[in-house]
C-alpha cells in the first residue's frame, strides 16, 4: 500500500465530507425543526455557485463575490420559504416533495432561461490556484486546502451556535420536541424563516466553494442533493453532529474507497472481473453503506432524542 | 357502489381508452395509440404503487426498479433468443413467469429490510436498493451496459395473442389495467386491505389492538412490486428496448408525482394522475408561443414546476377535487 | 409554427377531431437532439448548424420547401423514442436526424427503421449499430466511438509515450474509447479509472492516483460537461507539467470559451476542425460565426452534413421520395461537399474519413479554437465495419 | 372469600434519562375488580399501562397475567391473550368510520388477516359482533360517520368500543373521561359500571368521583412507587396518602 497516497486520498475525503457537510448542516435543521422535506435544497446549492461566478464577473475578485454571495443566497431562501415552504410544514412528507421537487423544475429552468445552457467557470485568485506541498512531494491543491479549513471553521461556529446560544436552544428543542417551543411563546414563524434562511446561506457556500472544482452547471444540484440526503439519513434526521460525522464517513468511503476498491477487489476475485466490478460497486458503495447502517439502526447513527421513535 | 357522477365520469375515460385504437384509426394517427400504452403502462404501475402509498403509507422512493426488472427480463430473454438461438427464452409464458418471481423475490428482500424503518429513512432504502439495481445494469456489459438492450422479437405468446399487432398489445394493456383497478378495489376492501389501511392511520392502535403489521406490509410490498414488474414486462414490449435508465430514481419520482397528482388513496387517482402528467408533458412542450424570440414549449418546466406546486398547495387531493362527485376509494 | 398548430389538433383528435392528411410537397425532417436540462448546450449548437444549413439551401431541397420538425429528447431513452414514434407516425417525416447519446439512439432506432424511415445519426456512434445490427435504412455522419481514440493510440505510440494512464466515465461510450485507445496503443497501461457516471462530481482520487502511478502521459474522454469540470481540476492539480493530457470529445467549441486558458496547447484527436481546409468548411465555419458569434463545435459540423446528405439525396431522386430504394441509393452515394471535404461511407454506412490530431490555439480575436496538428489516419474504416453483413 | 388474582406486577422498574417512571412498583388486580389507580402527574400512571402492555420494555421485574409470565410477549401477543388498553389521547383511525374502526379490532380477533378477495363490510362474522358492541355503547345510530365527525364525548366512547372489540378478559383504561363534559362523564360513568360486572378493570383516573364510586380497590401511585391499596373507605382514611397525594399535613 502506498502510504502517501492513502493520506492523500484521506485529505481528498474529508474535503468532499465537509462539502456535504455544509449542504447536510442546513437540510437536517429544516428536517428536524420543522419536518420539511426540501429537495430543493440543491437548487439552493446552485444558486449559490451561479452567483458567485456572476459577482465574480462583475467584481473581478472571487473573495468579494464571496461575500456577496452569502446574503443573496440567505435572501433567496427567505423568499423561497415566505412563498412557497411556509404554507407545507404541516403537510405530508408527499406534498412537500413533490411541491419541492416543482421548485428544482423551476429553478433549473430559470437558470437556464438566465444564464444559458452552458455552464459559467468561477475564476480562482492566483494565491488560491496554487498547490503546497503538505509534505514532500506530495502537492496538494492549495483550493482544497481552503474547502477544508472553511468547513472545519464551519462546523465548529455551528457546535457553537447549536450548544451555546438561545437560537442554538430553540434549534435543539425543536428537533427534539416541536410542540415545545410554541408553547415556551417562541415566534415560531421568524424562528422558521431565520433557520431556513442559515440553511440557505449554509447552501450557497457549498455551492460556491464548489463552484470552482465541480464547475457550475444547471442540476449540479441533484445530484449532490442525494448524496446530502444519503448523509443525513445515516447521521440521523434533525442531528448537526450525526450529519457531521455521516458526512465525514461518506467523504472518505467515497473516496479512499473508490481508489482502492480495485485492489482490495482482487485480493478476492480473478483480477478481470475485479476490474470490471469495482466501477459498478463504488458506485453503489454509500447505497450500500446506508442501507446497511439502516437496516442495523432504522433510525440513522444518531437519532436526536424524541424524535420518530 | 352507488352510481355517483364520479361513477360515469370514470366509466366514461373507461370506455374512451377501450376506443383508443378506432380513435386513432378513424384520425389515420397511429401516434397516440403507443402513446396511449405507455400511459397505460405507467398507470398500472402507479396504481401498484398505490397501494404502498396511498393505502399504506410506505412511500417507496425505488418502485421503478420492478419496472425494469420485468423489462429486463424480456430483454434477456430476447437477447439469448437472438444471439445463441435459445429459442425457449423468447416464450412469453416462461417470461412472464420469470418476471413475477424475480419481482417478488427482489420485492421481498428489499421490503424485508426496508419496512424496519420509516418516514424519510423508508424513503431513502427504497431509493438506495434501486439505484443498486440501477447501477448493476449500468454494470453488466453482456446486456448493453447503459446502453441498454434493443428488442428484436416480443415475447412469444404462442398464438394466444400476437404482441406485434399494436392493437392486440393496446388490448392485452387495457385488459390487464381493469384487472389491477379491479384487483386493488377487492384488496382495497378486504380484511388485508383493511390492516394495511388501518396500519397507515394509526399504527400504535394496530398493534395494541393485537396486530403485528410487518407481514401484512411485507406482503403489500411484494404484491406491488410484482404488479410493477408485470409492467415492465408490458413495457419491454411495447418498446422494443430496455435500459438501466427505466429503474433511475428520477422514474420512480415520475411514478409518486403521477400518483399525487391523481389524488392519493383513490382507486382511479393513479389512472388520472398517469393520464395527465404524460399528456401534459406533451402538451406543454408543443405550445405554439414565443415571446421575445424564446419558444415556451421548450421551456414548459417553468410552467410544470409552479403548476406542480400550486397543486399541492391549493388542491390537496390532485384532479381528485377538481372532479365532481366524491371519490373517496370506490 | 404551423407544424406545432398541428400537434395541438392532432392532440384534439384523441377527442374525435380527424386530421388532415400532410402536405405531401414538403421535405419533412426530424431532429432529435437534446433542448432541455444541462446538455442542452449540445443541442443548441446542432440546431443552430441545422438552421443554417437550411438558410444555406434557400429552404429549399429539389424545389421543395424544407420543414424541419425540433424534439427535445430529455436526455432520457424513453422520452426519445416516444418523440421518435411522434416524428414517424403523427408527423410522417421523411428523415430523422439528430441523436446526441447512444442510449436514445438505441432506444429509438426500431421506432424509425421499423416504420421505413430513414435515419441520420448526426453524434452517436454506438458499436452495435456499426456492426452486427447495422441496417440498409441507417446511416451516419459522425463517426463510430473506437475510431477517434484508435487515433489517439496512434499518436501516443508516435510521440514515445510508453506508460500510459487511461480515465474515463463508466458507461458504453467511455468504455468503447478505452477500447478504441487499447486497440492501437503499444506501450504499457499502468492505471485505469473507470468513474462513476453521470455523477461523479470530483477526480481528486483519481488525480491523486495518477500523481502516484507517474505515467508519460494521462488519456481521458470526458464528454460535455465533465470536460469542464475534469479541465479544471486538473489545471488546479498542478499535473500539467509532470503528465501530459491527451484528450478525445473532452474539450470542444461549446466549453472553450470557459476553459480556454486551462485547455491551452492541450492535445486531442478527432476527424475534423474548424480550419480544415475546404470551401465547404470555411463557408460554414465562417457563416456560423458570423450568425451565431462564436466557433461552432463537431456536433454542429456533424449536423450541418446530416442535412447536406439528405439534400444530396433528395436532389438526386428529383425530390420524389416515393421510391424508398432510390432515396436508399441515393444517400449511399452522397454525393455533397462535406465539411470534410469528400465524403464517402463504408458499408455499414459510417463515414470512412481522415483523423487529425489538433490543438487548442487562441485565435487573431483572441478566441479559443483548435488547430490541425498533423493528419493520424486517411481514409479509416471502424473496426466493427466487418462485422456488418451490408455489402 | 377473594377471587383469584389475574394481574401480578412484581417490582417494576422502568428509567427515563436517570429519571426513575416506575420505581419497584408491586401490585395485583383481582379477576372481576375494577381497580382503579390515582396519584399526581407524573407519578408513572401511563409508564405502568405500557409497560403492562409492552409498548415499551421494562428495565426490571416481572407481569404474570393469568398466571402467565407475560415478559417475552410483544404488544399484539398481549393483546391476543385477553389485555385490552384504552388510550389517554384518543387514538383511533381517523380515516375510517366508526363501524369501521371496531370492525378493525374484531377482525384482529379473528385469526390471521390474509384474506384478498372477500369485501369487509359485507362479512357477517365481523359486522355482527362490531354492531353489537356499537350498541352496548350505543354508538350505533353512529355507525357510517367518519372518526372525524365525532364529538369529544363520542370518540371517547368509541375509544372504549375499539378495546373492548378485542374480547379482552381485561381492560387497561387510561384516563377514559380526559377532557369531557359532565354529561358524557356520567353517561361513561354507566358505561364503566356495566362493563366491570364481565371484565376485570385496570383504571387509571382523574375524575375521583367516577374513581370512588366505581373502584372496588385502588390503588395510590406516588413518584413511581405504589404507597397503598385498599378499598375506596381504606384509601380516604389513609394517612400516608392524605399526605403525598392530598398534600394535607397528617
Known amino acids: 500500500m502506498n502510504w502517501l497516497l492513502l493520506l492523500e486520498q484521506v485529505l481528498n475525503g474529508f474535503q468532499l465530507g465537509l462539502l456535504l457537510f455544509l449542504l447536510a448542516a442546513g437540510l437536517t435543521l429544516v428536517f428536524g425543526i420543522m419536518d420539511m422535506v426540501n429537495l430543493a435544497h440543491g437548487s439552493l446549492y446552485m444558486m449559490g455557485a451561479y452567483f458567485c461566478a456572476t459577482f465574480t464577473n462583475w467584481t473581478g475578485s472571487f473573495l468579494i463575490a464571496a461575500i456577496l454571495t452569502l446574503p443573496a443566497v440567505f435572501l433567496v431562501g427567505v423568499v423561497v420559504e415566505i412563498v412557497a415552504l411556509r404554507n407545507l410544514y404541516a403537510r405530508d412528507h408527499l406534498d412537500q416533495v413533490l411541491a419541492t421537487f416543482g421548485l428544482i423544475l423551476f429553478f433549473n429552468e430559470l437558470t437556464r432561461l438566465i444564464w444559458g445552457p452552458i455552464g459559467l467557470s468561477i475564476p480562482l485568485p492566483e494565491f488560491l490556484s496554487t498547490t503546497v506541498e503538505i509534505i514532500p512531494g506530495v502537492p496538494y491543491p492549495t483550493f482544497r486546502l481552503a474547502i477544508i479549513l472553511v468547513g472545519f471553521l464551519v462546523a465548529a461556529l455551528l457546535y457553537f451556535i447549536v450548544s451555546r446560544t438561545r437560537l442554538g436552544m430553540l434549534v435543539r428543542a425543536g428537533a427534539s420536541n416541536r410542540d415545545m417551543i410554541g408553547a415556551l411563546g417562541i415566534n415560531i414563524r421568524l424562528l422558521f424563516t431565520l433557520v431556513f434562511g442559515l440553511g440557505a446561506a449554509l447552501a450557497g457556500l457549498a455551492g460556491l466553494m464548489a463552484g470552482p472544482i465541480l464547475s457550475v452547471e444547471i442540476g449540479m444540484g441533484e445530484s449532490i442533493l442525494i448524496l446530502t440526503l444519503v448523509v443525513i439519513v445515516i447521521g440521523g434526521i434533525g442531528s448537526i453532529k450525526g450529519a457531521f460525522i455521516a458526512a465525514i464517513i461518506i467523504g472518505l468511503i467515497d473516496t479512499v474507497g473508490r481508489s482502492f476498491l480495485p485492489e482490495i477487489l482482487k485480493l478476492f476475485i480473478a483480477e478481470d472481473s475485479a476490474a470490471t466490478a469495482a466501477p459498478a460497486i463504488s458506485s453503489m458503495m454509500i447505497y450500500l453503506l446506508m442501507a446497511l447502517v439502516l437496516a442495523i439502526k432504522p433510525q440513522g447513527l444518531f437519532p436526536p432524542k424524541g424524535v420518530g421513535r | ?330 | 409554427m404551423n407544424r406545432k398548430l398541428i400537434s395541438l389538433v392532432s392532440a384534439v383528435a384523441l377527442l374525435g377531431v380527424p386530421v388532415m392528411a400532410n402536405a405531401a410537397d414538403n421535405v419533412k425532417i426530424g431532429f432529435v437532439t437534446t433542448l432541455s436540462t444541462g446538455a442542452g448546450a449540445i443541442g443548441k449548437d446542432m440546431r443552430e448548424a441545422v438552421d443554417l444549413a437550411v438558410e444555406h439551401l434557400g429552404g429549399k431541397m429539389a424545389g421543395k420547401p424544407v420543414e424541419i420538425i425540433y424534439e427535445d429528447d430529455e436526455f432520457k431513452p424513453e422520452i426519445g423514442k416516444q418523440k421518435t414514434d411522434k416524428l414517424v407516425k403523427k408527423d410522417k417525416v421523411d428523415f430523422v436526424a439528430g441523436f446526441i447519446w447512444s442510449h436514445v439512439l438505441m432506444a429509438s432506432y426500431k421506432s424509425a427503421v421499423d416504420n421505413g424511415t430513414f435515419l441520420i445519426s448526426s453524434n452517436a456512434g454506438p458499436s452495435a449499430l456499426a456492426g452486427k445490427l447495422c441496417n440498409e435504412d441507417f446511416f451516419s455522419t459522425s463517426w463510430q466511438n473506437d475510431q477517434t481514440p484508435m487515433a489517439m493510440g496512434e499518436v501516443l505510440n508516435q510521440r514515445g509515450i510508453k506508460k500510459l494512464y487511461i480515465m474515463a466515465p463508466n458507461y458504453a461510450a467511455g468504455k468503447n474509447m478505452v477500447t478504441g485507445v487499447e486497440r492501437t496503443f503499444k506501450g504499457e497501461i499502468v492505471g485505469k479509472d473507470m468513474t462513476k457516471f453521470p455523477d461523479q462530481l470530483d477526480f481528486s482520487a483519481e488525480l491523486a492516483k495518477v500523481r502516484a502511478a507517474k505515467p508519460d502521459a494521462l488519456f481521458v474522454f470526458y464528454p460535455g460537461k465533465h470536460g469542464a469540470q475534469f479541465m479544471t481540476q486538473y489545471a488546479q492539480a498542478d499535473l500539467a507539467s509532470t503528465v501530459p493530457l491527451y484528450t478525445t470529445f473532452t474539450i470542444d467549441s461549446i466549453s472553450l470559451p470557459r476553459i480556454g486558458e486551462q485547455a491551452e496547447g492541450s492535445l486531442m484527436t478527432m476527424f475534423w476542425s474548424p480550419d480544415l481546409d475546404n470551401p465547404t468548411n470555411k463557408k460554414f465555419v465562417a457563416d456560423f460565426k458570423a450568425k451565431y458569434g462564436h466557433y461552432p463545435s463537431h456536433y454542429a459540423a456533424q449536423s450541418y452534413d446530416s442535412i447536406m446528405l439528405i439534400d444530396s439525396a433528395v436532389e438526386k431522386v428529383k425530390g420524389d421520395l416515393s421510391n424508398h430504394d432510390a432515396v436508399r441509393a441515393a444517400l449511399k452515394e452522397a454525393d455533397f461537399k462535406s465539411i470534410r471535404g469528400d465524403f464517402k461511407f463504408g458499408n455499414n454506412h459510417v463515414p470512412i474519413q481522415n483523423f487529425y490530431l489538433r490543438q487548442v490555439v487562441k485565435d487573431a480575436d483572441g478566441q479559443y479554437t483548435t488547430k490541425i496538428v498533423s493528419t493520424v489516419y486517411e481514409n479509416h474504416q471502424d473496426p466493427y465495419a466487418q462485422e456488418c453483413k451490408m455489402k | 372469600m377473594t377471587a383469584p388474582d389475574i394481574l401480578v406486577v412484581d417490582k417494576l422498574v422502568k428509567h427515563y434519562d436517570g429519571l426513575l417512571a416506575t420505581d419497584d412498583l408491586s401490585l395485583k388486580v383481582r379477576e372481576g375488580e375494577l381497580h382503579a389507580i390515582i396519584g399526581p402527574n407524573g407519578a408513572g400512571k401511563t409508564t405502568l399501562i405500557k409497560q403492562l402492555t409492552g409498548e415499551i420494555a421494562s428495565d426490571s421485574g416481572s407481569v404474570l397475567f393469568g398466571g402467565k409470565n407475560i415478559h417475552r410477549l410483544s404488544e399484539s401477543e398481549r393483546s391476543h391473550i385477553g389485555l385490552a388498553r384504552s388510550f389517554q389521547i384518543t387514538s383511533l383511525f381517523k380515516d375510517f368510520t366508526v363501524l369501521e374502526n371496531v370492525i378493525l379490532a374484531v377482525q384482529a380477533h379473528k385469526g390471521h388477516s390474509f384474506r384478498f378477495w372477500k369485501k369487509v363490510d359485507q362479512d357477517r362474522t365481523l359486522t355482527d359482533p362490531a354492531l353489537d358492541i356499537l350498541r352496548r355503547l350505543k354508538l350505533e345510530d353512529r355507525k357510517d360517520e367518519l372518526v372525524s365527525a365525532l364529538s369529544h364525548g363520542e370518540q371517547r366512547q368509541l375509544e372504549l368500543a375499539v378495546a373492548l372489540a378485542t374480547e379482552p378478559k381485561m381492560l387497561l383504561l387510561d384516563e377514559p373521561m380526559a377532557g369531557m363534559s359532565g354529561e358524557d362523564s356520567a353517561r361513561l360513568v354507566g358505561t364503566l359500571a356495566e362493563l366491570k360486572t364481565h371484565y376485570s378493570i385496570l383504571l387509571i383516573e382523574h375524575d375521583m368521583d367516577a374513581v370512588f364510586s366505581l373502584a372496588d380497590r385502588i390503588t395510590v401511585l406516588v413518584y413511581g412507587q405504589a404507597i397503598a391499596t385498599g378499598t375506596p373507605d381504606e384509601i380516604r382514611e389513609n394517612a400516608e396518602v392524605r399526605q403525598a397525594y392530598l398534600g394535607e399535613e397528617a
Open chain 2, 1 to 330: 357502489m352507488t352510481l355517483s357522477i364520479r361513477f360515469f365520469i370514470n366509466a366514461a375515460l373507461l370506455i374512451i381508452l377501450a376506443l383508443v385504437p378506432f380513435l386513432t384509426d378513424w384520425a389515420g394517427d397511429s401516434f397516440y395509440t403507443g402513446l396511449v400504452s405507455r400511459i397505460l403502462i405507467l398507470a398500472i404501475a402507479a396504481l401498484s404503487l398505490n397501494l404502498l402509498i396511498g393505502y399504506g403509507g410506505m412511500v417507496s422512493f425505488g418502485h421503478a426498479a420492478y419496472i425494469g426488472v420485468g423489462a429486463y427480463v424480456v430483454g434477456i430473454g430476447a437477447f439469448h433468443a437472438f444471439e445463441d438461438g435459445i429459442d425457449w427464452m423468447l416464450n412469453g409464458y416462461f417470461q412472464l413467469f420469470t418476471t413475477l418471481a424475480v419481482s417478488a423475490v427482489i420485492a421481498l428482500i428489499i421490503g424485508a429490510i426496508s419496512l424496519r424503518t420509516r418516514g424519510v429513512y423508508f424513503i431513502m432504502i427504497t431509493m438506495a436498493f434501486s439505484q443498486m439495481l440501477y447501477f448493476t445494469a449500468v454494470g453488466v456489459e453482456t446486456y448493453g451496459a447503459d446502453d441498454g438492450l434493443t428488442i428484436y422479437s416480443r415475447s412469444d405468446m404462442m398464438g394466444l395473442i400476437d404482441l406485434n399487432d399494436e392493437k392486440s398489445l393496446y388490448y392485452l394493456i387495457f385488459v390487464s389495467l381493469l384487472a389491477v383497478l379491479y384487483l386493488m378495489h377487492r384488496l382495497v376492501g378486504s380484511q388485508f386491505g383493511n390492516v394495511i389501511r388501518g396500519t397507515k392511520s394509526n399504527e400504535a392502535r394496530m398493534r395494541a389492538i393485537g396486530y403485528s403489521p410487518y407481514k401484512y406490509r411485507l406482503t403489500a410490498f411484494v404484491i406491488a412490486g410484482i404488479i410493477a414488474g408485470y409492467a415492465g414486462f408490458l413495457m419491454a414490449n411495447l418498446s422494443d428496448f430496455v435500459s438501466p435508465d427505466m429503474m433511475h430514481w428520477t422514474r420512480s419520482g415520475d411514478l409518486i408525482i403521477m400518483i399525487v397528482l391523481g389524488g392519493i388513496a383513490n382507486l382511479f387517482g393513479p389512472l388520472y394522475g398517469a393520464v395527465v402528467f404524460l399528456m401534459l408533458g406533451e402538451l406543454l412542450s408543443s405550445i405554439p408561443l414565443t415571446i421575445g424570440g424564446l419558444s415556451v414549449g421548450e421551456y414548459w418546466q417553468l410552467i410544470f414546476g409552479p403548476l406542480l406546486i400550486f397543486i399541492v398547495l391549493y388542491a390537496r387531493n390532485g384532479i381528485d377535487s377538481f372532479l365532481p362527485g366524491k371519490g373517496r376509494r370506490t
